[in-house]
Nanobody
Framework: VQLQASGGGLVQPGGSLRLSCATSGSIFSINAMGWYRQAPGNQRELVASITSGGSTNYADSVKGRFTISRDNAKNTVYLQMNSLKPEDTAVYYC???????????????WGQGTLVTVSS
């Protein structure tokens, strides 16, 4: 299972970005998908997650500003980030809980990370 994240960059405070993460490889099923972030000197933290049924969960710091969604046909998860703040600056990592085949257990898989910088 491979994950390819894209969409990071430099944006001014109040701006928007949309992150994408495409999953490829041997995939029997994908359960939850999510986005985490890690700022310098901080631990990696959950930003948002979405189940296979579409239920979502958000960190309190991004509620009302970020929206997570997924396209099951494309095995892709998105993160729409609006009203960005300097404190949102971090490397964002996508995560999926996937079962590569019927003979293997569900495991965590991670993307390579994409840098989001919010600065004027």
């Amino acid at each position: 299972v491979q994950l390819q994240a894209s969409g990071g960059g430099l944006v001014q405070p109040g701006g928007s970005l949309r992150l994408s993460c495409a999953t490829s490889g041997s995939i029997f099923s994908i359960n939850a998908m999510g986005w985490y972030r890690q700022a310098p000197g901080n631990q990696r933290e959950l930003v948002a997650s979405i189940t296979s049924g579409g239920s979502t969960n958000y960190a309190d710091s991004v509620k009302g500003r970020f929206t997570i969604s997924r396209d099951n046909a494309k095995n892709t998860v998105y993160l729409q980030m609006n009203s960005l703040k300097p404190e949102d600056t971090a490397v964002y990592y996508c995560n999926v809980k996937a079962q590569p085949s019927i003979y293997r257990a569900t495991s965590d898989y991670w993307g390579q990370g994409t840098l989001v910088t919010v600065s004027s």
